[in-house]
């Protein structure tokens, strides 16, 4: 999720996007620690204090604002010439990631 994410944000241009990775980057600046107890009362009102799809879920939403930063870094720094040139060879878009 977090690699479609920065692929789409470093990419497009427009003020959707902006705002979207603003929101991302608002992720990476709470810290952790603060938010331990909260989540812990909202996995125990769902029932997933002690199971691993919890466990699962936490990580998922704590990582993702910090990959999709580092990868939209990375996607900023290649050239728009390498896509343009797999569009000339015939890949579509799904076949630029492989």
């Known amino acids: 999720m977090s690699l479609l994410a920065a692929y789409a944000l470093a990419r497009s241009r427009s003020r959707l996007m902006g705002v979207i990775e603003?929101?991302?980057?608002s992720g990476l600046m709470m810290p952790v620690f603060l938010m331990i107890v909260p989540i812990f009362y909202l996995l125990d009102s769902i029932?997933?204090?002690?199971?691993?799809?919890?466990?699962?879920?936490?990580?998922?939403?704590?990582?993702i604002p910090f990959s999709?930063?580092?990868l939209g870094t990375f996607f900023r720094?290649?050239?728009g010439e390498?896509?343009?040139a797999a569009r000339i060879d015939?890949?579509?878009p799904l076949r630029m990631w492989s």
């Open 22 to 25: 603003q929101v991302f980057v």
């Open 47 to 63: 029932g997933m204090v002690s199971t691993r799809t919890g466990l699962v879920l936490v990580y998922a939403a704590v990582s």
């Open 68 to 70: 999709v930063f580092v």
């Open 77 to 79: 720094q290649l050239p």
């Open 82 to 84: 390498l896509e343009e």
């Open 90 to 92: 015939g890949a579509g």
